[in-house]
């Protein structure tokens, strides 16, 4: 069942330029690995790091660096979650994250689906 949705937009551009006047914005929300990445792929992985937080519905007991955007082999992003975060996302009986990115001229965005095991969906109640 699908308990959550979660999408973000990010200027590309706009983002360097935050980075470039405030370089301690890198330690707060990326990862020692996603720092190494060009400015492009670190604001396509804040774009998701944004729609996750919009998926669960807030960012209480949420913090940016326990939140690493890591490529499967295939290459698919996919969320490694620690600490807090990965409680709070437990907390709330989520068992997937489902996350799509991309970047594109000027342009970074990620979509990300929450969907949990528990619970009866809406068509499973009608039908109940």
């Known amino acids: 069942m699908i308990v959550g949705i979660g ?3 990010v ?3 706009r983002f360097e330029r935050t980075i470039a006047r405030t370089p301690k914005l890198l330690v707060r929300l990326f990862s020692p690995a996603e720092r190494m990445l060009k400015p ?3 604001a396509a992985r804040y774009a998701a790091k944004e729609a996750l937080i919009k998926a669960l519905g807030g960012s209480d007991g949420v913090h940016w660096t326990e939140i690493e ?3 499967e ?3 698919r992003p996919w969320f490694t979650l620690t600490g ?3 409680d709070v996302v437990a907390a709330r009986s989520i068992t997937t994250l489902h996350l799509s990115m991309s970047h594109d001229a000027h342009l970074a965005t990620a979509y990300v689906v929450a969907e949990s095991a528990q619970g009866r969906g809406i068509a499973e109640e009608g039908a109940a």
């Open 84 to 86: 807090s975060t990965a």
């Open 69 to 71: 955007v890591t490529p």
């Open 7 to 9: 999408v973000d937009l």
């Open 40 to 42: 492009r792929s670190l």
């Open 73 to 75: 082999a295939s290459g």
């Open 11 to 13: 200027d590309i551009e």
